[in-house]
């Protein structure tokens, strides 16, 4: 796979700019490598990132110059592979750990019997917020990981528990006993 390095440079005041381009740079999913030097891979997604964070640096009178690169040994690439998949499994460890706060949200509504359609509509953009973050981190794992199986298919048990969720608040509207999975 093809790198690139994007090399920061942002005056220090107003801190606002630099943040900004770090956050653009952050959430495209290029990792830092040293300060002011973030390293991404060198496909057309990325490339966008890069754009748009040289635009918000220009916008703080900066710039960001970007080198593609051709690691020069195993151990430059391991380098730039393992910086980058470090990342990459953080944030799927991330997006795990919230699949499981938004199944525990749904279990304790069931169990305090809050069968709303109100409580209902909340989980249904909560589960939309996983299943935007899961797009957002899939089309960033160029390494096809085996974290990112792991959390499609506990996305589809957050989609299942949603759907048993809605099942159950349908028959309380109905007047209809709730008890068990639906």
């Not at 298919?153 to 528990?161: D, I, M, Q």
Request: proline share 4%; aromatic share 8%; charged share 35%.
């Amino acid at each position: 796979m093809p790198w690139a390095l994007a090399v920061v440079q942002v005056p220090a005041r107003p801190s606002r700019h630099r943040v900004a381009v770090w956050r653009e740079l952050r959430r495209a999913g290029a990792v830092p490598v040293s300060q002011g030097t973030w390293a991404l891979p060198a496909t057309e997604a990325f490339r966008e990132a890069v754009d748009r964070a040289a635009e918000l640096a220009a916008a703080g009178e900066g710039r960001v110059l970007v080198y593609d690169v051709e690691p020069r040994d195993t151990a430059a690439r391991a380098f730039l592979v393992d910086a980058f998949t470090e990342a990459r499994v953080d944030e799927w460890r991330e997006f795990l750990a919230d699949c499981g706060e938004f199944e525990d949200e749904i279990a304790k509504e069931i169990g305090k019997e809050k069968f709303t359609f109100a409580e209902l509509e909340e989980e249904e953009q909560s589960l939309d917020r996983l299943r935007r973050w899961f797009r957002d981190l899939k089309r960033r794992d160029v390494l096809a990981l085996p974290e990112a199986r792991t959390a499609a298919e506990r996305l589809r048990v957050c989609s299942e528990t949603l759907d048993d969720y809605a099942e159950r608040v349908y028959s309380a509207m109905r007047g209809d006993t709730v008890d068990g999975p639906a």
